[in-house]
Structure formats: structure tokens, C-alpha cells
């Protein structure tokens, strides 16, 4: 198993360009999840989906767009890239049993908006 | 979701045991306690979790008090790649996890 792998790892955008940061995980899991870490803080949740085609906000959901058409893939989508966007993003899927499982982070993207 | 409290940071020497406190003193009765640690700015890695009793697995130890208002990760033979940010978080919902701003823990030779 691969677990979770995300794409890219490294990125640099310009205000107001677009992207998409892809996610993918071959455990079979119901719950995805996207997480943004600025410097020296925890994790926080942007959006997280309990199935394919459910998707819900998080924490901190403003200026990402995000769907869930397959159980494996999850991507984030920035609508227009902004300077406060800059930060590390994880990945996270999990099957859904509080109690007897945990959530599987990807390595992360790192993103630079100028 | 109850909040915790941990200390911002603590060091431990090469060999011995590391305990890190976490203080949860609002968690219900159904809030689970997770341990996760991130190793530079890798990803989170699972360590270990608990609802009322104690657990070890092959990583950790976890000790919850009676009153589940405070528990305590040990790592029993620290080394040096166990310098990381201990992040201890109760959680009550399968879609996600709330994240405090962790213990640094600083393993010295």
C-alpha cells in the first residue's frame, strides 16, 4: 500500500492564480480530510468528506473549493491564490470508527503564494 | 470536542524515559485520547490512544487517570529520532481531529 500520497510537493503561485493540490489513498477509506499548518501552529481543518460525493467544511474553509467523486481521490482546489494562503497542507484519510482508527497523513504540499 | 493543554516544550535525555503530560479536564465520557507526533514538517504519525485504561503498543505507553482529566505519554527509552512535536488531542468524532500547538520534546545526547 502506498497510503496516502499527495501531489505536488512543492508549489509557487502568484496571487490570484488557481490550483489544485491532489490527493489520493489506497486503503479503501470513507473520510478524507485537508488539514493547513502554518509555522509553529497545529493542524487545522479546512474541508473533510465522509463518502464519495459528501464533502463539508471545516475550521477554516474560505477561498478552497473541494469534491470527492471517487473513494480514492480528494482534491483541494485554491479559487484564486492569496498570500494568507501560504502554508503546508496535509492529506487524511480514515475509515471511521472513533476508537479503533486513526487517520493516515499524506507527506504533505508545501505552498508558497507571492 | 474537549481542549487540551500541554507544556510548548520539554527535553529528555538519550536513554531515558520521556513522559509528556497532557491535561483534557473537560472531556466526556465517550472522547477518546489520541497521541500523534510530527517529525520536522512531516506528516502526523499515529502513537497511541485511549478511552480509561492504561495502553501500550510497541511505540508508547499511554496512562489515563481515574478521573480521565489528565494522561501522560511515555516513551520508555528515548533516542534521538523521537525529538519531534507531541500533539495530544481528545477526540469524539470519526472526521477529524482538533490540533493544539503540541510539546516539542527535545531528545539530547
Known amino acids: 500500500n502506498a497510503g496516502v500520497t499527495q501531489t505536488p510537493k512543492f508549489q509557487v503561485l502568484k496571487t490570484g492564480q488557481s490550483m489544485t493540490l491532489q490527493c489520493a489513498q489506497d486503503m479503501n477509506h470513507e473520510y478524507m480530510s485537508w488539514y493547513r499548518q502554518d509555522p509553529g501552529m497545529g493542524l487545522r481543518l479546512i474541508h473533510y468528506?465522509?463518502?464519495?460525493?459528501?464533502?463539508d467544511q471545516g475550521e477554516v474553509p474560505n477561498g478552497y473549493n473541494v469534491s470527492r467523486s471517487t473513494t480514492e481521490d480528494f482534491p483541494l482546489r485554491l479559487l484564486s491564490a492569496a498570500p494568507s494562503q501560504t502554508s503546508v497542507y496535509f492529506c487524511a484519510s480514515n475509515q471511521g470508527n472513533v476508537g479503533t482508527d486513526t487517520q493516515y497523513f499524506g507527506p504533505g504540499t508545501r505552498l508558497t503564494v507571492l | 470536542d474537549a481542549k487540551t493543554t500541554q507544556p510548548p516544550s520539554m527535553d529528555c535525555a538519550e536513554g531515558r524515559a520521556a513522559n509528556l503530560p497532557c491535561n483534557h479536564s473537560?472531556?466526556?465520557?465517550?472522547?477518546?485520547v489520541y497521541w500523534y507526533r510530527q517529525i520536522h514538517s512531516q506528516g502526523p504519525q499515529y502513537i497511541i490512544h485511549?478511552?480509561?485504561n492504561n495502553e501500550t503498543n510497541e511505540m508508547a505507553s499511554l496512562i489515563i487517570t481515574e478521573d480521565r482529566k489528565s494522561s501522560t505519554l511515555i516513551l520508555p527509552h528515548a533516542t534521538l529520532r523521537d525529538t519531534a512535536v507531541y500533539y495530544c488531542?481528545?477526540?469524539?468524532?470519526?472526521?477529524?481531529?482538533?490540533f493544539g500547538t503540541g510539546t516539542r520534546l527535545q531528545v539530547f545526547p
Open positions: 488531542i481528545v477526540r469524539v468524532r470519526p472526521d477529524k481531529l482538533i
Open positions: 468528506s465522509v463518502g464519495a460525493g459528501i464533502t
Open positions: 473537560t472531556i466526556s465520557g465517550n472522547e477518546y
Open positions: 485511549g478511552l480509561k
